[in-house]
């Protein structure tokens, strides 16, 4: 993806907030297992750091299972745009470990834990057994029917930047994001901004006037910075930029 899915924009906020705001109506506690790289927004949520985080999922359901107050805990990735409280009801309803297959795949993160689990977590880390398919299997879980369950879209999410930007342009009628311009560029273009399709960052930036350097074969040119809402430079031009997002085009003298 080249940039945290946290962040990415759904519904007018953060992935990662509006992922939060479709749990809490519908369980008791929710809980965000985050590592010490990552800054969140705000959210209304207990924020847990996984210690491991090379490890992949397992470790990140070892952190929250840690924590929880719950018997059972549903899981989810933070890229769950199409998440919906009745999906996750009926998977909590099934009263213990749950899970549903689609395309031949188990769902192992739109998928139902026991806290009772947690120790068999721990011997599987232990043994380098980091599969959390594998844990339900362990738990002999339920095979949940996906015809059975309501808005089965609820386990699609995205891994590269076109099904990002896939799915957002379905899901806006014209999302548009935002270019500002200072120093060289602002004087070339003779504006101080524009509003852009979204799109990759190369794409977004490729709605500047040619007139402008800008890059470098297919590089980004030396002489400029490009910062992402005014939060972090990026250089990556395959990155992709949201609905609302803001790109920040300014000499790279600026930056020191």
Known sequence: MGRDKAWLP???????????????PVVDEVIVVSSTDLDLPPLDAEIVCDREPALGPLSGIREGLSVTRSDLAFVTATDAPYLTPAFVRSMLDHNGAAATIVDGHVQTLAAVYPRSSLDLVEEMIAAGRLRPVELLEKLHYQHVDSDELPDIRSVEGFNTPAEYLDAARRASEQPMAELEFFGRARMQMGLRGMSVP?????????????????????????????????????????????????????DSSVGG
């Open 198 to 250: 979204i799109g990759t960052l190369c794409e977004v930036l490729g709605c500047m006037a040619p007139s402008v350097d800008l890059f470098d074969g297919d590089s980004i040119a030396k002489q400029y910075l490009i910062s992402l809402d005014g939060l972090d430079f990026v250089r990556n031009p395959a990155i992709p930029v949201g609905e609302g997002e803001r790109i920040i085009v300014l």
């Open 10 to 24: 759904w519904a007018g906020v953060p992935m990662v907030s509006h992922v939060v705001a479709t749990l809490t």
